[in-house]
């Protein structure tokens, strides 16, 4: 199994909301990613946690708030965001930082925020 | 400046015909270099990935190449079909410890006509 699977595939909120984006990997992969794709650019890395540990915040706006409950999901909590925000969110999963290790990309979740 | 530089920027080609696509990257030393597929609104998929000292690595219609000393890197897709429409784009790893820092290029977007 090589699938990293996030939910919800879409999603809608205003900039007073609460909601969550899940990702979830079964192939033992201890390093965890977030990514930032907006249309027509390449995904802008947002966080990494490497054995549950968060190891990078690219300088992303407290309005997204990082967790890794386990090894195996990782959760993007999002509260008051902007229309700015809009953006397909990716998630991704790697064995480690080793040379030969894939990356492995879940499908994305559409946000837009009205 | 990019750091992971790709062209052209966007293909026509005609169904069956052959490209190449050019990734020129400056980040160093680096783990391994990947090019990913990507459809609209979808996560990267990985087509091929090379570490430092691989020049050459096919996956059916698609083969890369590297050469490590000018830093660049090709994707050449053989007898396109129009499945293969998509952006593709050229990913530059560095080994972090226990995960990996990547570089995205710009992009190359293709789209195959019958």
């Known amino acids: 199994d090589t699938e990293v699977t996030q939910t919800p595939k879409h999603l809608v909120m205003g900039m007073t909301n609460k909601k969550s984006l899940k990702c979830e990997q079964h192939m033992g992969h201890r390093a965890m990613y977030w990514y930032k794709q907006k249309a027509k650019k390449p995904p802008e890395l947002m966080f990494v946690?490497?054995?549950?540990?968060?190891?990078i915040n690219e300088s992303v706006p407290s309005r997204f708030s990082p967790e890794c409950p386990n090894s195996s999901l990782l959760n993007l909590h999002l509260h008051a965001l902007q229309p700015e925000d809009s953006a397909l969110y990716l998630c991704?999963?790697?064995?480690?930082?080793?040379?030969?290790?894939?990356?492995?990309f879940g499908p994305g979740t559409r946000l837009t925020v009205t | 400046k990019n750091q992971v530089e790709q062209s052209p920027q966007s293909l026509i080609i005609l169904e069956g015909k052959n490209c190449t696509l050019q990734?020129?990257?400056?980040?160093?030393?680096?783990?391994?270099l990947r090019w990913y597929k990507q459809d609209t609104g979808r996560g990267p998929v990985s087509l091929t990935i090379?570490?430092?000292?691989?020049n050459t690595k096919s996956n059916g219609r698609y083969t890369a190449t590297l050469d490590a000393d000018t830093k660049q890197s090709s994707l050449h897709i053989t007898a396109s079909q129009l499945s293969d429409s998509a952006s593709y784009i050229c990913v530059v790893t560095v080994n972090s410890g226990g995960y990996q820092k990547v570089t995205f290029g710009t992009g190359t977007k293709l789209q195959v006509i019958p």
């Open positions: 991704a999963s790697s064995q480690g930082g080793g040379e030969s290790y894939e990356q492995y």
């Open positions: 946690y490497s054995y549950e540990k968060l190891s």
């Open positions: 090379m570490t430092f000292s691989e």
């Open positions: 990734c020129n990257y400056t980040v160093s030393p680096f783990s391994n």
